[in-house]
């Protein structure tokens, strides 16, 4: 618990947040993420480059509202952006082996942090520009969703949420990004959103979401973004909501 003692909330402190992400340039791609509405919740989503070749991404989903776990967010930011270039600063380090030791690193913090147990459901990806593969663990996150010439694949869960378990992991795999193909992580926020039909109340669901990415012509990462989460506010007629509804997508485009 000592490295994140200074983060520990006090009636002297002001309210922080954690640093606004800028987004690094990818070469051959595209990587945009937007957020819908006032944050309420746990959403965090942050990336940054950590050799020439890769780009790290994370998205987090802490549980419990926002006033509640804004020193986690900022925390687990904070593990995310030293410990991730410190793991994957080399060329010829084993990529599977660095995501999980920094899921790991991330479970921890992030119970010594909370000082017990907090569910915090997390996908984290490594995209390497010249092969055009991404390594991800997926940690009980909504499945991230690859879009290629083949159809959509889930990215399904490889673990356990983290938050829960000190020495719980969550099992790191690869896959190819070819050109023109696109990747789609959303919060539970935009799963859960509901809305009425055929005089029933019903999710949006993972397959709502699917079913827009499937159908979308756009070329660019934040048009991706942008088309379903409008897709989302349609289908709840716009009403308030009481989660975060995030949006990451990664495009390839050479």
Same mark, same amino acid.
Request: glycine share 10%; proline share 4%; charged share 20%.
């Given at each position: 618990?000592?490295?994140?003692?200074?983060?520990?909330?006090?009636?002297?402190?002001?309210?922080?947040?954690? *640093?606004? /992400?800028?987004?690094?340039?990818?070469?051959?791609?595209?990587?945009?993420?937007?957020?819908? $509405?006032?944050?309420?919740? @746990?959403?965090?989503?942050?990336?940054?480059?950590?050799? #020439?070749?890769?780009?790290?991404?994370?998205?987090?989903?802490?549980?419990?509202?926002?006033?509640?776990?804004?020193?986690?967010?900022?925390?687990?930011?904070?593990?995310?952006?030293?410990?991730? #270039?410190?793991?994957?600063?080399?060329?010829?380090?084993?990529?599977?082996?660095?995501?999980?030791?920094?899921?790991?690193?991330?479970?921890?913090?992030?119970?010594?942090?909370?000082?017990?147990?907090?569910?915090?459901?997390?996908?984290?990806?490594?995209?390497?520009?010249?092969?055009? /593969?991404?390594?991800?663990?997926?940690?009980?996150?909504?499945?991230?969703?690859?879009?290629?010439?083949?159809?959509?694949?889930?990215?399904?869960?490889? $673990?356990? #949420?983290? $938050?829960?378990?000190?020495?719980?992991?969550?099992?790191?795999?690869?896959?190819?990004?070819?050109?023109?193909?696109?990747?789609?992580?959303?919060?539970? @926020?935009?799963?859960?959103?509901?809305?009425?039909?055929?005089?029933?109340?019903?999710?949006?669901?993972?397959? $709502? =979401?699917?079913?827009?990415?499937?159908?979308?012509?756009?070329? +660019?990462?934040?048009? *991706?973004? +942008?088309? *379903?989460?409008?897709?989302?506010?349609?289908?709840?007629?716009?009403?308030?909501?009481?989660?975060?509804?995030?949006?990451?997508?990664? =495009?390839?485009?050479?």
């Amino acid at each position: 618990m000592q490295p994140f003692s200074h983060l520990r909330e006090s009636h002297s402190t002001p309210v922080m947040e954690p *640093v606004p /992400t800028l987004f690094p340039s990818i070469r051959g791609a595209d990587i945009a993420a937007i957020f819908l $509405g006032k944050r309420v919740a @746990g959403d965090f989503y942050d990336s940054v480059r950590v050799n #020439p070749q890769r780009v790290l991404i994370g998205l987090l989903d802490v549980a419990g509202r926002r006033e509640n776990n804004r020193q986690i967010l900022i925390a687990a930011q904070e593990i995310f952006r030293n410990s991730g #270039p410190e793991l994957l600063a080399t060329e010829d380090i084993n990529e599977a082996d660095a995501l999980t030791e920094l899921t790991i690193r991330l479970n921890r913090g992030l119970i010594a942090i909370s000082a017990g147990v907090i569910s915090c459901p997390s996908f984290l990806a490594c995209y390497h520009e010249q092969f055009g /593969t991404l390594c991800y663990t997926n940690a009980g996150h909504t499945p991230a969703l690859l879009r290629d010439g083949g159809g959509i694949t889930e990215l399904g869960s490889t $673990g356990l #949420p983290l $938050g829960l378990f000190s020495h719980a992991t969550a099992e790191a795999r690869i896959v190819g990004m070819e050109n023109g193909s696109a990747l789609l992580l959303v919060s539970r @926020g935009v799963i859960t959103c509901e809305g009425r039909s055929n005089g029933s109340v019903e999710e949006f669901g993972l397959q $709502g =979401v699917k079913h827009v990415f499937e159908g979308l012509h756009e070329e +660019s990462a934040e048009g *991706v973004c +942008s088309s *379903v989460l409008n897709s989302v506010a349609t289908f709840c007629d716009r009403r308030a909501f009481s989660d975060d509804r995030t949006a990451l997508a990664l =495009v390839r485009n050479a």
